[in-house]
């Protein structure tokens, strides 16, 4: 990793100072990055042409296309495209755990963080929610000027909560929001996949987008302890006596078909869904994040 | 009252031992690897072990070491019942209880129930209480405890027999039963006088202090104290021990029929014969009684044998049956012992004994060599081979002993001196007062004093030869040794009267008798018993014996010692003066009554094989962990 990309590495993100210069950081490298990549043009700078459709403003027409093309153009301004974004951050206790540098929380702070900034650069509106087994943070969708510090700042405040209940955050937010746009979850998703699928479809059956990323630390996917240890549970306190090498390839098994379970379930339903793990890099986030708005959009 | 107690109880600081498999329990506790993890709900399903079951089966591991461990220290300290005998450290009050039969009079045991109870009741409530009873013998009924129901019953329990008293046994048995421990004697007896008279030991240790408590003779006693067959009558003798005079109604009777009575008129302490004449027939044993219902009940029925057995043959060997001498003193002697009924004596001198063939020989329980003047070849060997295959000779070594041919004689080089040796005026002196042919000498003693020895034979000094009498000069007068499989006793002087006039003392008679029993023990099966001497296997008590089957059964009678029947008793001042004192450090290895129970009990091999059965359960427990 060199140059801007390095920028992109949790572990490096994490040293960084505020959530507003980390926020930035991981953007603005990830948008270096993609001069040079498949992905050119999605800059927010960029204008857009859409094949004309019946109903379209003549004016938006491009003229000078029709010229060169013998085609109907309209030119999208950006303001035209502009998303309203929910950003959906688990606080619950089991986010709090972190084998590396950095916890789930951490790691999908910096994610929604710089989820944030790319929204605010591409002028969607967008607003945080904040929950564990209830509603902790809720920042409504805005585009305003100075939205993004008021989103940014309540992310540097977050605080570890308690248990983790995401199908009634999401139930309560699929009820308010009134407009389509798009819902990304954050979250571990330690919770009963079938309450979590209920609420995320719900959001669907009100015509929402969904991202999810799923995050989770790697001893959650490889379960790499060796001694004999009482395992206890971040959110319960329930303690279980393991040795790992005897349950390890069964907790392996069990946790890919979870992964597996979400990914078809949600897959199903039109609903991206994007695992992450806190050892790797932020860009996958938000290159998952630019898919899904440009198939929203 | 009832707990445990231990033995050992030092051993039980071992048992802080437990200690170090909970340290260890808790210290691996506390660095039991605890890791906060997310993920946990895929966990519970996984194939792992529940931390509850692991908990419980380390408790259940901890619980076991633990309890090996205790146990280890347990069993060295040697469980007991502690309801059952007392600790060491306590004080104990011994209540020696007299059940001899001087105290079996209508109502007198009761009150020496009664004051044993009441010494028991009156030992101070942190003593343990420990219950003699003895009469010839001493019994602890009940070892020190601390459960006086225990005592009071074996109180209650007990009952006066016909045995003697024997005090210095009695205080022997409580001297063992102290041990090493503080504590204080109660004696409950008549105080009977003759319960001092038996030789044995006894003492109790300094600083143990002894109590009597006298129990009152009765009024007056009358005992059978001889009866004897002579011809078709019984000759009884009956003894009124008390200050009055009595007149008393004396039976004959056979099994069980009474077959004549008398009455007989008694003057104080005096005794009177009386002549029972019945019908006899073919009854082999009889009881002579007289009615007495005031004192001692057991010396009331005397057990007399009617049928006597044959009298043992002994050989007298004599130089001369028809001399001066030849053997008279000695036949004498014998036959006169029960009227003959013991001993059948046959003189006979050397060309007679010559021809006598070997079996005629050993049809003879001993052989008393006075003479061998007139003893041939012949008679020698048969002499020597009679020795040799188990014959018993006492030979005397008077002038009718060819000093130069007793070797062929007995087979053996005695190492007699040729020529007399003069001694006047020298007595005979037991090198062992307690060898059997000296035990009617014991009491008085000095009764040999008066046997003077004018000339004897000088015996050297041999290995295997026994020197059971000297001469106050020195010289060794009679020896015992054994010779091939027969015994040979050597009397150094004559008993013809010659060079002795021992034949003519009073201790003539007594010590031919014994010396003559010696040599035949066991040749003659004995018919009367006297307490507390019983056949084998015979109970203690008074009473008709029946001894082998078939044509061999014989019926010998067991009496009382009616010594006992006397009403003379010593002061209570008196009998603590008699009491010997030992020091306390003379006392051996305490007979420790706990230690006794203890090893009854035997606990510790309980617990040792718990404590094994703990740490297979361990093994087992701690492999499934594994």
Known sequence: ?297 | MFGIAFLSPLFLIGALAAAVPILLHLFHRKTDVVIDFPSISLLTKAPVQNHRRRQLRELILLLLRVAALILLAVSFARPYAAGAAAPMSAVVTVVALDTSMSLSAPGQFARAQQAASQAVASAPASNAVALITFADSATVAVPPTSDRGAVQAAIAAAAAGAGGTRFRTALASASEVLGTREGNVVIVTDLQQAGWDAIDEGGIPDGVAVQVMAIAAPAGNVAVTSAMRRAGEVIATVQNYGPDETKAAVRLVVDGKELTHATVMMAPYAAADLDLRGSLGEASVAQVVVDDPIGYQPDNTRYVVLDSSPAIAIAALVADPTGTTGGLYLERALTVVNEGRDFAVTVADGRVLSKWTTAEMSRHAALVILGTRTLDRAGRELVKTYLAGGGQVLLTLGPDVDPGTIGDVIGIDLGVSPAPVRSPGATLVPADSRHPIFRPFLIPSGALGDVQVDQHRRLTDQAGRTVLARLTGGDAVLTEQTVGQGRLLVFGSDLDNQWSRFPLQPSFVPFAVETARYLTQGRSPRQEWTLPDVPAGAPMAPGIVTAGEGATTRRMVVNVDVRESSLAATSAEDFAKAIARTPRSDQGEPVNAAREVEDRQRWWQIGLLVMLAALAGEALVGRRAA
């Open chain 1, 1 to 297: 990793m060199a140059g801007e990309a390095r920028y992109l590495d949790p572990a490096i993100v994490a040293r960084l100072g505020t959530i507003d210069l980390k926020a930035r950081t991981i953007v603005e490298g990830f948008l270096t990055g993609l001069h040079r990549s498949p992905y050119k043009g999605f800059s927010v700078e960029f204008a857009e042409y859409r094949q004309y459709l019946p109903g379209d403003d003549l004016a938006t027409l491009d003229w000078k296309v029709y010229a060169r093309s013998d085609r109907h153009f309209v030119k999208k301004y950006e303001e035209e495209t502009n998303l309203t974004c929910h950003l959906l951050l688990d606080v619950s206790g089991s986010m709090g755990y972190g084998s590396g540098a950095v916890t789930k929380l951490q790691y999908g702070s910096y994610l929604t963080g710089a989820l944030a900034y790319l929204m605010n650069r591409q002028r969607d509106a967008f607003g945080l929610v904040a929950f564990d087994d209830k509603v902790s943070t809720l920042l409504p969708a805005s585009a305003r000027a100075g939205h993004l510090r008021v989103v940014l700042l309540a992310l540097e405040r977050l605080k570890l909560g308690a248990r983790t209940n995401v199908a009634k955050p999401l139930h309560d937010l699929a009820a308010a929001v009134r407009k389509r746009g798009l819902v990304v979850l954050v979250s571990d998703l330690l919770d009963d996949p079938r309450t979590v699928l209920d609420g995320l479809k719900h959001f669907r059956y009100r015509g929402t987008d969904v991202v999810v990323f799923h995050i989770l630390d790697p001893d959650e996917l490889k379960f790499p302890f060796e001694q004999s240890a009482r395992f206890r549970d971040m959110e319960t306190a329930a303690e279980v006596m393991a040795v790992p090498s005897a349950v390890r390839a069964e907790y392996i098994e069990r946790m890919q078909a979870m992964i597996a379970h979400y990914r078809r379930e949600l897959g199903l339903v039109g609903i991206d869904y994007c695992l992450l793990d806190t050892s790797q890099p932020l860009e996958l986030g938000l290159m998952a994040y630019l898919m899904t708005r440009r198939r929203v959009l």
